[in-house]
């Protein structure tokens, strides 16, 4: 079960029979006693358009060109790093709290074509 406070429309979530769906209307949310958390794992992550940095031992979400640079990075834990690779206290755990946290921070909803495209 995740609370609803956690939940926002565009968050992928586990329903009861084990399929990955979207959420697409807020109603949904109110459902929320019949959904799991999607576990973070290294296949979400490259999933969702993050690479591992072998030197460095980070996931990074690379920014999309024009633009160079990282838009987030985590460690191996799936702890949140920040330009100086420091501990922020925040760990991840579940794909639904990165797509949040990734919102709040860059202002943008994170991009996650190949995600959708393994659960259409």
């Not at 838009?71 to 990165?98: C, P, T, W």
């Amino acid at each position: 079960m995740i609370p609803k406070n956690e939940l926002r429309t565009g968050n992928w979530v586990t329903n009861k029979v084990g399929m990955n769906i979207r959420i697409n209307e807020g109603a949904q949310i109110d459902e929320s006693d019949h959904f799991l958390p999607v576990t973070l794992s290294d296949d979400v992550l490259l999933l969702c358009g993050f690479g591992f940095n072998d030197y460095f031992k980070l996931w990074q979400k690379a920014r999309k060109l024009p633009q160079a640079g990282t838009e987030l990075e985590m460690d191996m834990a799936y702890n949140v790093r920040d330009f100086g690779y420091r501990y922020i206290g925040v760990k991840l755990l579940s794909l639904h709290q990165l797509q949040n946290l990734f919102f709040m921070l860059r202002g943008t909803e994170m991009e996650m074509t190949a995600f959708e495209a393994n659960n259409i």
